[in-house]
């Protein structure tokens, strides 16, 4: 049974950071395509971010240059540094998994306010 659980969301002021995690378990994120999707009420997924198993980084257009994805093979989890947060970050955050089904996390909720 594939699971994938993040963490790291929270309310954070503009131009913070935070750090997403996603611990996966059923699979070994390694071999797979891992990224992380957004998404706010009424509006469709968005991409933020992708990392295939020969590391090759994929970004959303909107967070280009603020936003690094990345893999700890020993954990088995893939990460989310996110600086300069705007407010118009503030989205659920999913972590997503092609292996090769796609499977989804239930999501952390990041709010970027003063």
């Known amino acids: 049974q594939v699971q994938l659980v993040e963490s790291g969301g929270g309310l954070v002021q503009p131009g913070g950071s935070l750090r997403l995690s996603c611990a996966a378990s059923?699979?070994?994120?390694?071999?797979?395509?891992m990224g992380w999707y957004r998404q706010n009420l009424g509006k469709q997924r968005e991409l933020v971010a992708t990392m295939t198993s020969g590391g090759i980084t994929n970004y959303g257009d909107s967070v280009k240059g603020r936003i690094t994805i990345s893999r700890d093979n020993v954990k088995n989890t893939v990460y989310l540094q996110m600086n300069n947060l705007k407010p118009e970050d503030t989205a659920e955050y999913y972590c997503n998994a092609q292996a090769p089904n796609n499977y989804w996390g239930q999501g952390t909720k990041v709010t970027v306010s003063s």
């Open positions: 059923g699979i070994l994120s390694r071999f797979y395509v």
